[in-house]
């Protein structure tokens, strides 16, 4: 079965430092991946998402970004940290060329201080 | 105007009780259809999706579609105060690998 792993679960980091969060997918080949940004009242909104190794689509102007070195692994960064970066992000597959469902990991929670 | 649009809530119900949650939707051409629940401080978890008109049972949730009135529901019968948390709708057009998501309905069910 298809496991999604994200880490950390949390981090608390100040205002101007660096910033990567990791998600890996096990248990399938070729996926989709996605990074997402749930912030309160808001909903879940896309920032990246990547069909393959070294294709990334932004979404959100802002000051991360991803990369995805392998195949089932998929970096989100930032070089500097700004408050309006606080927030819950959820890393996200689906099958390439499958169905449109999205299986989400269990996500991080970034304190911006 | 958002693409969807669902009640925040909260939607507080006694335990049994049948609960309906909605979304609406704007552009018609969305196709595939999905639902989510969300327990506080977790991901998203996939409950049910379908791709058609109509509905779609899964134990004690039942998913429906009217793509007529752009309109989707979940239905959950003799509800549980485990099913207490966020239901997230989620839609795709089907041309890119992304999808739409309604800002959630908070679910409370009471003992």
């Known amino acids: 079965s298809q496991t999604i792993h994200q880490w950390p679960a949390t981090l608390v980091q100040p205002v101007g430092s660096p910033l990567s969060l990791e998600c890996t997918v096990e248990?399938?080949?070729?996926?989709?991946l996605y990074w997402y940004r749930q912030a309160a009242g808001r909903g879940l909104q896309l920032l990246f998402y990547?069909?393959?190794?070294?294709?990334i689509s932004s979404e959100v102007p802002q000051n991360l970004s991803a990369s995805r070195p392998q195949d089932r692994q998929f970096i989100l960064s930032s070089k500097k940290l700004l408050l309006s970066d606080s927030g819950f992000y959820l890393c996200?597959?689906?099958?390439?060329?499958?169905?449109?469902?999205?299986?989400f990991g269990p996500g991080t929670r970034l304190t911006v201080t | 105007q958002k693409e969807v649009e669902q009640d925040p809530g909260p939607l507080s119900v006694p335990e049994g009780a049948i609960v309906s949650l909605n979304c609406t939707y704007s552009?018609?051409?969305?196709?595939?259809f999905m639902w989510y629940r969300q327990y506080s401080r977790k991901g998203p978890e996939l409950l049910m999706y379908?791709?058609?008109?109509g509905n779609k049972e899964d134990g004690r949730f039942t998913a429906q579609v009217d793509k007529s009135s752009k309109y989707i529901s979940l239905f959950i019968r003799d509800s549980q105060p485990s099913d207490s948390a966020t239901y997230l709708c989620?839609?795709?057009?089907?041309?890119?690998?992304?999808?739409?998501f309604g800002t959630g309905t908070r679910l409370q069910v009471t003992l």
């Open positions: 552009n018609s051409a969305f196709q595939y």
């Open positions: 990547s069909v393959g190794i070294g294709q």
């Open positions: 989620a839609m795709s057009d089907g041309t890119a690998s992304k999808l739409t």
């Open positions: 379908t791709y058609s008109s």
């Open positions: 996200a597959w689906s099958v390439r060329g499958g169905g449109y469902e999205q299986y």
């Open positions: 248990g399938t080949s070729n996926p989709n």
